[in-house]
């Protein structure tokens, strides 16, 4: 009833001895004798009496106790039990603070330092960014499901394989980084979409690579003396990945060792090692080449600004008319070593930057066969070169 409210002023509730009094519609002021005072709602819902706390007093006021008491009332007036009420909406917020896309955000951020140049030149959020956060980015991720999983990547899933399994890969690794924030999420959703997209059509396209046989007649023909071309030559005669050696700069040479930091480092999760390369007297002779063209220190500067891009070398074996890409020489190179030398696996594998074996095992392998390396580029730089009249 409208007259039995408000009986309590700001004054009295301030002023009130220890003991607990009304100020109507169920609202109660509980006062200690330590002082302490605490807002109480009392209610009857199904012949059962409750008492609902609304906060310490004064850090919430008489005014703000009236309207939560009122907001409350207005619950148990629908049936339900405001205390259960209030439990369900708080975990519901709390659902809602962990967004998928927030979660990814931080997961990535946990794994920058696995990645190259910590994630900066890579494509690790990429997959996520375009094809997974645009449709489920605003979800809590305790609510996603195989079906919304199935629903955002079944565009992709034939169409562009590779770019729907990396995306799957990440959003697995999503819903990991939740479960060990302590989120109730499911960790077999990934799995559970995978059964419900079927299998990929589309089979993973190599890059493709040029047999080794052809490698020294390319070599040979790359003689304009370009900053792609000596880009190419290095590239073919180190056998590492493109961001390194269009990254290589005066500071990393030593002699006729070039040391790559491990940040520009693909693929060697487990070591935080540099990784250094021998270098072939051929090799040398094109970076003394390329010294005449650095920029910054950069040996392979691009057209204006930093260094050139992914794409030139590429285009410029398109240009020639050939399906073989600049990736594929790391192939070449690999099976050169299996079929016309007996480098031994390890020797092998290193020598194009891959970290081989087990925690335990790289623990006990201390060297990085940097001497037998040596001998087998020196091997293959004079293979490329033969005949050559430079």
């Known amino acids: 009833m409208k007259h039995a409210?408000?009986?309590?002023?700001?004054?009295?509730?301030?002023?009130?001895?220890?003991?607990?009094?009304?100020d109507g519609g169920g609202l109660w002021l509980y006062k200690r004798r330590d002082g302490g005072a605490q807002w109480v709602l009392r209610y009857t819902l199904f012949g059962r009496r409750h008492e609902m706390g609304l906060g310490r007093f004064p850090d919430v006021s008489l005014k703000e106790?009236?309207?939560?008491?009122?907001?409350?009332?207005?619950?148990?007036?629908?049936?339900?039990?405001?205390?259960?009420e209030r439990e369900r909406?708080?975990?519901?917020?709390?659902?809602?603070?962990?967004?998928?896309?927030?979660?990814?955000?931080?997961?990535?951020?946990?794994?920058?330092?696995?990645?190259?140049?910590?994630?900066?030149?890579?494509?690790?959020?990429?997959?996520?960014?375009?094809?997974?956060?645009?449709?489920?980015g605003g979800m809590p991720i305790a609510e996603i499901d195989q079906r919304d999983i199935r629903d955002t990547l079944a565009p992709i899933w034939h169409a562009k394989a590779d770019t729907a399994r990396k995306a799957m890969n990440r959003l697995n690794i999503c819903l990991r980084h939740a479960a060990a924030l302590g989120l109730d999420v499911d960790l077999q959703a990934t799995d559970k979409a995978k059964a419900l997209l079927g299998k990929q059509r589309h089979t993973v396209q190599h890059v493709p690579s040029m047999a080794w046989q052809d490698v020294p007649a390319f070599y040979q023909s790359l003689s304009g003396g370009s900053v792609?071309?000596?880009?190419?030559?290095?590239?073919?005669?180190?056998?590492?990945?493109?961001?390194?050696?269009?990254?290589?700069?005066?500071?990393?040479?030593?002699?006729?060792?070039?040391?790559?930091?491990?940040?520009?480092?693909k693929g060697r999760v487990g070591t935080t090692s540099d990784f250094r390369v021998p270098l072939s007297d051929e090799a040398v002779r094109v970076i003394d080449e390329a010294r005449k063209l650095s920029r910054g220190g950069y040996l392979f500067p691009g057209v204006r600004t930093g260094v050139i891009s992914d794409m030139t070398m590429s285009a410029f074996m398109k240009r020639r008319g050939l399906e073989a890409r600049p990736h594929g020489f790391r192939s070449s190179f690999r099976d050169w070593c299996a079929e016309a030398t007996n480098t031994p696996r390890e020797v092998a594998e290193t020598s194009l930057g891959h970290v081989s074996g087990g925690a335990v095992e790289r623990a006990y392998r201390r060297t990085d066969y940097l001497e037998q390396r040596r001998a087998l580029m020196e091997s293959w730089g004079e293979l490329v070169c033969k005949n050559s009249h430079r």
Do not use: C
């Open 5 to 22: 409210l408000h009986r309590l002023t700001a004054t009295k509730a301030k002023s009130a001895d220890a003991g607990k009094y009304s």
């Open 65 to 84: 106790a009236r309207e939560e008491a009122e907001k409350w009332r207005a619950v148990v007036r629908q049936g339900k039990d405001a205390i259960k």
């Open 89 to 136: 909406q708080r975990r519901e917020a709390e659902r809602n603070m962990h967004l998928l896309r927030d979660i990814a955000a931080d997961a990535f951020e946990s794994r920058k330092a696995e990645l190259k140049a910590d994630g900066k030149a890579g494509r690790w959020f990429t997959p996520l960014e375009l094809h997974v956060l645009p449709k489920l």
């Open 228 to 265: 792609t071309e000596l880009a190419l030559r290095l590239l073919i005669l180190t056998a590492v990945r493109s961001y390194p050696l269009r990254h290589i700069h005066e500071d990393q040479i030593d002699g006729d060792v070039w040391t790559i930091p491990a940040t520009s480092m």
